[in-house]
Structures are given as structure tokens and as C-alpha cells.
């Protein structure tokens, strides 16, 4: 932690093609670019938000769901939590937007000298996947927005970086 606050948070949007805020139509999934967690993060929360859907559906949802990869371009999987289960969510946004937090455990622990599961921890390399779903309407859409927000460091109260000694 620093004596600064913008210090001790890195925020990072999830983008597609360097565009932070998308636009969801049809069923497929929108596959975000890759995070790199090796900058120094030690916490993670992913942050989603999706609004109210256009096109008078009957129905409107926002999947999203988080994917990790030891390398940026490929090998992509479904994110764990300690129990197995995939980290995600869906967002039902067919009256109000929603937001959705969920915090990410293990940014770095993962053991990449392991011969088998269990790895532990997290692969370095993570990423936000959107999948909207419609029943009816005339052409519907969603905008949506999805984040990274970290601690950076270890954690630790340190002073602010000076040119002149603190001592």
C-alpha cells in the first residue's frame, strides 16, 4: 500500500479489439482480450455490468464467464474456484442493469513445475468471456462492461517513490 490512493488500485477494462464498451447481439460468445496478472497484481476482483437490453425481448441474459491460460494467444480454459466450479455468472437484464462482482483468488500461485492437477493458484494469463442470450424482440442488444480491478504489490504500507531519501 502507498501513502498515495491512485497507488494501491489498478484498474483495467476488459476489452475486444481495444473497445471497452460492447454492444451484445445474436448467441455468441465475445471472447475479451488477454490480462496479463504478472505485472504485480496481488488481488483480483472482476467487475460486469450490463444494461437494460434494446429491442423489446421477452427475455435477456448476460453469461460471462472467467478463462485462464498459461500464454496469451491460446489454451484457454474455463477459470476454478477451490471447489471446481467455474467462475462466472449470469446476469438476467431484461428490466434493470445489473452489476456483478466476484473476487479472484490464487493471482500467481500457479505451480507451472507440477506434473498433475492440483496446479493451485492462478495461470497467469486471464480473460472475460461474454455470451448474451435473447427470447424474441426485434433486433435486440446489451451494452455491457466488463473490468479488472487489482491491489498491486504485496500488500505491505510503503512511502511514496521520492527522489530525496526518506531517512
Known amino acids: 500500500m502507498r501513502f498515495n490512493p491512485y497507488d494501491d488500485v489498478i484498474v483495467q477494462p476488459s476489452t475486444v479489439s481495444s473497445v471497452a464498451i460492447q454492444s451484445l447481439t445474436g448467441s455468441s460468445a465475445v471472447n475479451g482480450d488477454a490480462y496479463d496478472t504478472s505485472i504485480g497484481i496481488e488481488s483480483l476482483m472482476v467487475h460486469v455490468r450490463a444494461e437494460i437490453a434494446s429491442g423489446s425481448p421477452s427475455a435477456a441474459t448476460v453469461a460471462w464467464a472467467l478463462q485462464e491460460s498459461t500464454v496469451s494467444g491460446s489454451g484457454w480454459v474455463a477459470a476454478v474456484d477451490n471447489t471446481g466450479t467455474a467462475i462466472g455468472g449470469t446476469l ?15 493471482i500467481m500461485l500457479y505451480n507451472t513445475n507440477a506434473t498433475a492437477a492440483p496446479y493451485g493458484g492462478r495461470k497467469r494469463y486471464l480473460r472475460i468471456v461474454l455470451t448474451p442470450a435473447f427470447t424474441g424482440g426485434s433486433s435486440p442488444a446489451i451494452l455491457t462492461y466488463a473490468e479488472f480491478i487489482g491491489s498491486p504489490g504485496n500488500g505491505l504500507q510503503l512511502p511514496v517513490r521520492s527522489t530525496v531519501s526518506n531517512t
Not at 438476467?92 to 490464487?106: I, K, P, S
Request: aromatic share 6%.
Open 92 to 106: 438476467n437484464v431484461h428490466t434493470v442493469a445489473v452489476d456483478n462482482y466476484q473476487r479472484v483468488e490464487g
